[in-house]
């Protein structure tokens, strides 16, 4: 019986430190949760993972989540870089499929941060995505 224990312990530590190892780049990441508008209508909530350069992330617009739930499909998924408060990012859906792009500046600060970007489908068709925090 002590045995067991034992060795539900060690996975215990074993695992543990693998998850920590696993996401380990965290600890140099900053994260940011910003809620603003698409063309200042559309209310949006968007999560970015800033490390180093690359930004990562979802949005979602308020209208999906209460009409689909939280679900990975009621968001919208980030992948891009930053440099100099110049944002340029892709954006995808849940099956990887490219829906629009974003560019513009992303200001980070000790109090607050906000981002105003430029969006661009696919057919041409030009939005704005204005979002803040304040921390």
Not at 22 to 42: E, H, I, M, P, R
Not at 44 to 70: C, E, M, P
Not at 72 to 86: E, K, M, T
Request: glycine content about 8%; charged content about 20%; aromatic content about 14%.
């Amino acid at each position: 019986m002590k045995m067991i224990g034992m060795k539900r312990v060690w996975c215990a530590i074993v695992l543990s430190a693998m998850w920590l190892h696993a996401f380990g780049w965290l600890n140099d990441a900053q994260l940011y949760d910003l809620t603003g508008s698409v063309d200042g209508k559309y209310p949006v909530t968007i999560y970015l993972v800033k490390d180093g350069n690359a930004l990562s992330g979802k949005y979602f617009y308020h209208s999906t989540i209460a009409r689909q739930g939280v679900k990975p499909s009621s968001y919208l998924y980030i992948d891009g870089q930053w440099r100099d408060d110049w944002m340029k990012v892709n954006v995808y859906d849940v099956n990887g499929n490219f829906i629009e792009r974003w560019e513009g500046v992303f200001n980070s600060g000790n109090r607050s941060c906000s981002l105003e970007c430029k969006i661009t489908k696919p057919s041409g068709k030009r939005m704005t995505v204005e979002a803040d925090e304040y921390f």
